[in-house]
């Protein structure tokens, strides 16, 4: 008898427990929701706005990927590295994605791979061929790839091994090459963060615009 009241009695007890229960859940849901919407709403959509908005407004050349225009036209950006065709232009580091922004990626080579130092071989003869120096003078850069293959930018020893060819292929004198060179060096940033570096891209526009050559890079 007394276990048959105290079933009937739980049944009503557990019902009562489970829609205070269910209400518990649904009551903490609702926010929960409202939260994740508001997130997305002004971290992903507002504050993205505005920090475009505002990085156009202070830097709109930036912004807009540093592009580089000759006559209106677009010929590349100072951020990313292209193939120049001619000995009247100064040659970027080498590419392991062909230059393309899409396939950016590195050889992935480790230093011990019997493939990477055959093609680094290769590389510095042919350069030292082009340059007309020693095997021993030329840069590594001219001869590595940068981790994304998209740099840009050369040491200044390896734009001054292509002065004296560049100047020679655009009827320029040495001096006023390298016075090109020099005027494109760029030291660390801020002062203190990298080394000297030389932009390949404003530096070759720089070379157009004071003496074209007949085969216009691409």
Known sequence: MNRSAAASLSRPARARAAAVLSLQH????????????????????????????????????QAQGSLLLHHGQVRGSQLVAQPFVGDGYFQARPS??????MAAAGSNLARSNPA????????????????GIAVADVPGDLVTQSGAGMDPELSPAAAAVQVKRVAATRGLGVEQVQ?????????????VFGQPRVNVMTLNMA????????????
């Open 179 to 191: 016075a090109l060179v020099q005027a494109h060096t760029q030291g660390p940033q801020w002062g």
């Open 116 to 131: 990477l130092q055959e093609r680094v071989t290769e590389a510095t003869r042919a350069v030292a061929l082009r340059e």
């Open 207 to 218: 070379l157009d615009a004071s003496q074209p050559v007949h085969n216009p890079s691409p």
């Open 26 to 61: 649904s009551g903490a849901l609702r926010p929960a929701i409202g939260l994740g919407v508001a997130s997305l709403l002004v971290l992903g959509l507002a504050y993205a706005l505005a920090a475009t908005g505002v990085g156009a407004a202070l830097f709109p050349a």
């Open 96 to 101: 392991a994605a062909s230059y393309d922004p």
